[in-house]
């Protein structure tokens, strides 16, 4: 099974409940539009707390647990990569953000090993559908 075919879980949602909660909050604060897409929550705005997280810093989205802040449309292949950080979150549950945070701190964006998996994930998906890779989809 290809790595961006694992599907999310019913126990990795609730393992990942408060950081889903996390999620909602942002998405709340930043009065964003709200829709469901693969078991996601996708949440779509351009201020509040989702511009300063992504806007201002360049990134279309993040992601939360099982929410997704969307601050631009992201292509088939950064929704992979956004789909991984689901995973992630569903494999670490609570320890998520921390874990991510410490990570981000000492290796910066692009090294953070959690970064680097859902950018692995992104590339693997686009080079196996190169046409499909750019298509917008959320």
């Known amino acids: 099974m290809k ?19 996390a999620g909602i909050l942002v998405a709340l604060l930043s009065l964003s539009s709200w829709g469901l897409k693969d078991g996601m929550i996708v949440c779509r705005g351009n ?26 449309p992201l ?24 874990a991510y945070l410490v990570r981000h701190l000492r290796y910066g964006y692009d ?11 992104a590339a693997e998906f686009e080079a196996d559908y190169p046409e499909e890779a750019r298509e917008v989809v959320a």
Do not use: C
């Open 3 to 21: 790595s961006y075919e694992k599907p999310l879980t019913l126990w990795g949602l609730l393992w990942a409940l408060p950081v889903t909660l």
């Open 47 to 72: 201020r509040g707390l989702a511009w300063l997280f992504l806007g201002r810093g360049g990134f279309a989205g993040m992601t939360l647990g099982r929410v997704v802040l969307v601050v631009r």
């Open 75 to 98: 292509s088939r292949a950064l929704w992979m990569h956004e789909m991984e950080h689901a995973r992630q979150a569903e494999r670490w549950g609570l320890l998520f953000l921390p």
């Open 111 to 121: 090294g953070n090993p959690f970064e680097r998996d859902a950018i692995g994930v």
